[in-house]
Antibody, heavy 123, light 107 residues
Framework: EVQLVQSGPEVKKPGESLKISCRGS????????IGWVRQMPGKGLEWMGL????????MYSPSFQGQVTISADKSINTAYLQWSSLKASDTAMYFC????????????????WGQGTLVTVSS | SYELTQPPSVSVSPGQTASITCSGD??????AFWYQQKPGQSPVVVIY???KRPSGIPERFSGSNSGNTATLTISGTQAMDEADYYC??????????FGGGTKLTVL
């Protein structure tokens, strides 16, 4: 069974750094892209970026390029999303999701999702 | 940047047909995907490649895509279908794009 298990909720202050995680199991972690999706309170889904854990090749949404860093450690089947300096506007639920295909392709979709990590940034 | 536009809300009576649209420039030349998200839950894909249903998704869910509009249709809508629905496509300029989402109310 494919599973994506994300790290627990976080409460941080503005300016602090943060790294959240997403551990995959039940499939070949290194051969499928993993994406990160933001959902601000009461709002819709926003794609942030994708990483191919096999070689850590990363693609970012223009809206998030330079704002976050996506990485992966294939030795422990885990992808990460990190911030160097959080802002109150980073308060949101963050989902990781696996692409259905190992190819970065317009035919691929997010076929499995993590349970989400709630990040709250408040002074 | 590429944008997908959905109506913020759609209402339907139980047993009736609900149609949720997703509009984007020449969207019909791309593949459309649809996700269902219930309150407090993670999204789940209900339609992929315009009209295919993943295993476990009821037959009452169907999809089409032509011109500038993709449509998710739910036939014989049930109370359990009440959720937010998001369309998604790929675009060369922005890669993955989600629509703004549509809240489906079954009343």
């Amino acid at each position: 069974e494919v599973q994506l298990v994300q790290s627990g909720p976080e409460v941080k202050k503005p300016g602090e750094s943060l790294k959240i995680s997403c551990r995959g199991s039940g499939y070949s972690f290194t051969t499928y892209w993993i994406g990160w999706v933001r959902q601000m309170p009461g709002k819709g889904l926003e794609w942030m970026g994708l990483i191919y854990p096999g070689d850590s090749h990363t693609m970012y949404s223009p809206s998030f390029q330079g704002q976050v860093t996506i990485s992966a450690d294939k030795s422990i089947n885990t992808a990460y999303l990190q911030w160097s300096s959080l802002k109150a506007s980073d308060t949101a639920m963050y989902f990781c999701a696996k692409l259905s295909s190992g190819s970065y392709s317009s035919t691929a979709y997010f076929d499995h999702w993590g349970q989400g990590t709630l990040v709250t940034v408040s002074s | 940047s590429y944008e997908l536009t959905q109506p913020p809300s759609v209402s339907v009576s139980p047993g009736q047909t609900a149609s949720i649209t997703c509009s984007g420039d020449i969207l019909g030349h791309k593949y459309a995907f649809w996700y269902q998200q219930k309150p407090g839950q993670s999204p789940v894909v209900v339609i992929y490649l315009d009209s295919k249903r993943p295993s476990g998704i009821p037959e009452r869910f169907s999809g089409s895509n032509s011109g500038n509009t993709a449509t998710l249709t739910i036939s014989g809508t049930q109370a359990m279908d009440e959720a937010d629905y998001y369309c998604q496509a790929w675009d060369r300029s922005t890669d993955v794009v989600f629509g703004g989402g549509t809240k489906l109310t079954v009343l």
